[in-house]
């Protein structure tokens, strides 16, 4: 199960596109809204979505943690007190760590990229200590996969879809867009 964090004012494109890609090639996906109070989220542009659960919810099938970014959603997850104790699960079952746009300063910040390649949103990449700074806009490193911005939304999908389901599904997918 993939589970993507939408927290208030995420960045709609990162978010939904990789949800999109995902469940067209039928991995299992779960929309997580870190509000305590409610399923729904606002991205940074107005765009309201409805989760499947909340961050204080279980995750037993993890097998990737989904950061979209966007300001101020990144800070917002950055700050959520669940932001640290869903990381460290995912570390603990050896899962896949992606973050797009601003929202690898999460994994950075927390020692997640050390000695790893990465990329972020331009202006962030002090936050990504210890990280070796590329310029690609998607990259993955072994279990970290991270990408530059809304620009590389498709990309971003493309790559975490192949991690999951392999390069001939993320082709279909692809293709089946047009």
Request: charged share 20%.
């Amino acid at each position: 199960m993939v589970y993507v964090l939408f927290a208030e004012g995420f960045e709609e494109t990162e978010a939904v596109v990789p949800v999109d890609f995902l469940r067209r090639a039928q991995i299992p996906v779960c929309m997580v809204s870190m509000n305590s109070d409610t399923l729904w989220v606002t991205g940074s542009h107005g765009i309201c979505v409805q989760c499947e659960q909340t961050a204080d919810g279980a995750f037993p099938d993890m097998e990737m943690l989904l950061l979209p970014g966007g300001m101020p959603g990144t800070r917002n997850l950055d700050e959520h007190p669940q932001m640290n104790r869903l990381l460290r699960l995912a570390l603990e079952r050896d899962c896949y760590l992606a973050a797009i746009c601003a929202a690898p300063l999460i994994l950075g910040r927390r020692g997640l990229l050390q000695k790893k390649k990465a990329v972020c949103y331009p202006g962030f990449e002090l936050e990504l200590t210890g990280a070796q700074l590329q310029k690609q806009r998607v990259v993955q490193d072994g279990k970290r996969i991270t990408a530059i911005g809304p620009g590389a939304a498709i990309e971003f999908a493309y790559t975490v879809t192949s991690v999951l389901a392999g390069k001939a599904c993320a082709d279909h997918v692809l293709e089946s867009l047009c």
